[in-house]
């Protein structure tokens, strides 16, 4: 009998799992008859802000929103440059240009896959006004060093955290270290929707309120607009079904740091350069990303032997066609190394030990 494929992800066991408890929460808000804005979502908002420790949350239609969001209530705009990492999803980078803003780019750490703050620093100038870190597959990185140069310079900061809900460091969780604090509940993502959503989380009452306007087209009250915003609520379906995961988010994410663990055992003798995990931190691998010398021979490998793999991220955020004419001067060393290795294997709730054990043949095999 032929072997059963390995996905790279597989959503079904989760869902599986918790399959009555949504369906009840949806059939809820289906018979309340209340599916924009409303009390289903006020819920869940203020669930998310007691987990993550922080007065305001404010739900939206997606991370690249909650991030487009958070630079326009700050006041970042045109003429403004945010400094980031070019080692990210490309909403990233939209985000930072549908506000007005120019991303600059700084090289990352090789271990931690985030933003090197050295590197931030020599980026600096008189036109800086923000620095948006991301939370790379599910880890906060030198944020602490990040806030120093802010505070030194006067600037904002917007934590990219869209793979990172429930990552911690020195005990306080991703999103609450910033100015704001941007999530994606994409259903890949460690707490994901049935569909996209996204959330905003701050300590700023003003960058709150402003948040809250811009979401639903700029209005204080209905039809009195004072800005000019956006169509980007978290329908009460999607805050329906994230409220029923969040209850169960602690004991997912122990999952995913379980099966990180026997990777780790699993692969410890092989060349692969495994994820570093910083001191102080908890890791919620949204991804777990090696990476290989050899990375494309591996990847062709696993995938001849019905093992799914993905590239996250294949080449710089310079080096995409819709911006590269602007950046092509620009060669961060680290990050192109990162871009032209990483590999990530399968994880998700669900994964066996069987199943990783495969992986893990298949890899040696392929002399990764």
Do not use: W
Not at 181 to 195: D, W
Not at 230 to 245: F, G, I, M, T
Not at 292 to 302: F, G
């Amino acid at each position: 009998m032929a072997t059963e494929p390995i996905p790279q992800i597989d959503l079904a066991p989760l869902h599986t799992a918790l399959r009555a408890d949504i369906d009840a929460s949806i059939r809820a808000v289906i018979d309340a008859g209340s599916f924009v804005l409303g009390e289903t979502l006020a819920r869940f908002e203020q669930a998310c802000a007691d987990y993550l420790g922080v007065p305001h949350a404010i739900g939206v239609a997606s991370g690249t929103d909650a991030l487009l969001i958070a630079l326009r209530a700050a006041g970042i705009g045109q003429g403004d440059e945010v400094i980031t990492s070019a080692f990210s999803f490309f909403g990233s980078v939209e985000a930072i240009l549908h506000a007005g803003a120019t991303p600059v780019f700084a090289d990352i750490e090789a271990g931690s896959m985030t933003l090197d703050a050295e590197d931030v620093a020599r980026k600096i100038t008189r036109r800086t006004r923000a620095i948006m870190p991301v939370h790379m597959f599910g880890q906060i990185g030198e944020i602490d060093s990040l806030l120093e140069l802010a505070e030194a310079h006067d600037l904002v900061v917007i934590e990219d955290a869209a793979q990172a809900f429930g990552a911690r460091f020195n005990g306080r969780l991703a999103g609450s270290f910033g100015h704001a604090g941007c999530f994606s509940f994409h259903p890949a993502k460690p707490l994901g929707a049935l569909g996209d959503g996204g959330m905003l989380v701050t300590v700023d009452e003003a960058l709150a309120a402003e948040a809250r306007r811009l979401r639903d087209h700029g209005s204080r009250a209905r039809y009195d607009h004072v800005s000019v915003g956006y169509n980007s609520r978290l329908d009460a379906l999607q805050a329906a079904v994230l409220e029923v995961k969040l209850r169960h988010l602690e004991a997912h994410l122990a999952e995913r740091e379980r099966l990180a663990r026997r990777y780790r055992e699993l692969l410890s003798g092989t060349a692969l350069v495994l994820p570093e995990t910083l001191p102080e931190r908890r890791h919620v691998f949204a991804q777990f990303t090696v990476r290989s010398e050899r990375r494309d021979n591996v990847c062709e490998a696993m995938r001849a032997r019905g093992i799914g793999c993905a590239v996250h991220y294949p080449q710089p955020l310079y080096r995409q066609a819709a911006i590269a004419e602007r950046y092509g001067d620009v060669k961060l060393e680290v990050t192109e190394a990162v871009c032209e290795s990483c590999l990530s294997l399968p994880l998700f709730q669900g994964l066996t030990e069987e199943q990783q054990q495969r992986v893990a043949d298949v890899l040696m095999e392929a002399g990764a």
